[in-house]
């Protein structure tokens, strides 16, 4: 039996993950278990999958759901916090990891069971965002396996030759096209965006994502932060990654070869396909995903992104080439701006000028150690959060 923590089990990719764990329960254990503040969702799936351990964001959530396990399940620790999180990342009985907690917050558990050795199966892109070179390090220190759960991610390395680590050139590999679905606003018009809702800006057109994700696939820094994490994971410099705007969402990425062979790996749009193969890989599971139906999809679309109406995507480039702390800077004012129009605080077409500001206001640090990225991460907060309070910032 092969032993998985989850950290973020109750948003989307983690009810995916357990969905695929329950097709297969003679191969899988669900070992420990993460979430925010969903005190009966992690509840529920104490109750279901019988954790040896469950950890929540704060102590007042943690306390409630002990209470709650105290009868039912009394054999189940329950912590909290930072502590809590690492506990689950680096839980003895695991032997992998799906890091599906969103933002910042992942980074350091997620570190931690890099440094245990675990195998991380990463939908957590922030870390990577903010403190790539440093995580790159520690994987290659550790010796430790890094399966891309993004759907463009896991694509790109299905498409990619054995021993692309050692150098993609090297093996043929021309560039990395990254597909994108456009969003909820693909068409729309600039002014229109002025007026965009968070409930339009959270109705994705193909894929179930948690709300802030859905945002910024919205604004379009969500390609972004994966043309930031496609560096890192595959080592291509940013002129060899190419966003490419796929509105079915059918292909899932692209990987073009010197030899004018481009390798497509497609499918429906269902988290539970990279899930799957990443948890068994280099073998195959059944996912529970439906065949795609190339008859019923009858098209596919291509075009170039819009980075006048989409600058996010602008942004997230500048962010590579400053390099340094510059892309978690980036990071920590995009999850400031996006909470902020989340909370009505802030207009969907501000945020990226909220992001810009910030990164013109600091300056990129030589990111040689973590703390001088968290230091980078809270500043830009700071900067971040005065912006959205004096509201003054325009459309980018």
Not at 118 to 126: D, G, P, T
Request: hydrophobic letters at 45%; one cysteine or more.
């Amino acid at each position: 039996m092969i032993g998985v923590s989850i950290l973020g089990s109750t948003g989307s990719i983690g009810k995916s993950t357990l969905d695929v764990l329950a097709r297969h329960p003679d191969r899988y254990r669900v070992v420990a278990l993460s979430a925010n503040t969903d005190v009966q969702g992690l509840l529920q799936q104490c109750l279901a999958y019988r954790p040896r351990l469950a950890a929540m964001a704060d102590a007042d959530s943690a306390d409630r759901l002990a209470q709650l396990l105290a009868d039912k399940a009394p054999d189940i620790q329950v912590l909290a916090g930072e502590e809590g999180l690492a506990a689950v990342a680096c839980h003895v009985e695991a032997e992998q990891l799906m890091a599906a907690i969103v933002g910042a917050a992942g980074l350091l558990p997620i570190l931690a069971a890099v440094n245990a050795g675990k195998r991380i199966l990463l939908a957590n892109k922030e870390a990577l965002v903010v403190a790539g070179g440093l995580f790159m390090e520690a994987v290659r220190k550790n010796n430790v396996q890094v399966l891309p759960i993004d759907s463009e991610h896991n694509a790109v390395f299905q498409c990619m030759p054995d021993g692309f680590d050692r150098g993609m050139e090297r093996k043929g590999v021309k560039r990395i096209l990254l597909t994108a679905s456009g969003g909820p606003f693909r068409t729309l018009g600039r002014e229109d965006l002025q007026q965009v809702t968070p409930e339009q800006a959270c109705a994705h057109p193909n894929w179930d994502m948690g709300r802030k994700i859905s945002v910024d696939s919205a604004t379009m820094m969500n390609k972004g932060l994966e043309v930031i994490e496609a560096h890192w994971l595959f080592g291509a410099a940013p002129e060899k990654i190419q966003v490419v705007v796929h509105p079915q969402s059918v292909i899932h990425s692209m990987v073009e070869y010197v030899d004018g062979s481009v390798l497509a790996q497609l499918g429906n749009p269902d988290m539970r396909t990279p899930i799957a193969h990443a948890l068994a890989w280099p073998e195959r599971i059944e996912s529970g995903v439906d065949s795609l139906d190339l008859f019923d999809v009858a098209h596919l679309d291509f075009e170039a992104p819009d980075e006048e109406r989409f600058p996010c995507l602008r942004l997230a480039f500048r962010a590579i080439e400053e390099g340094g702390s510059m892309p978690a800077i980036l990071n920590a004012a995009n999850e400031v701006a996006v909470a902020a129009f989340l909370a009505g605080k802030c207009s969907f077409a501000q945020i990226p000028g909220i992001i810009e500001e910030t990164m013109d206001t600091l300056e990129a640090e030589p990111a040689t150690e973590l703390a001088v990225l968290l230091s980078a991460d809270r500043r830009a907060r700071d900067v971040a959060e005065r912006l959205v309070s004096n509201g003054v910032t325009q459309a980018c």
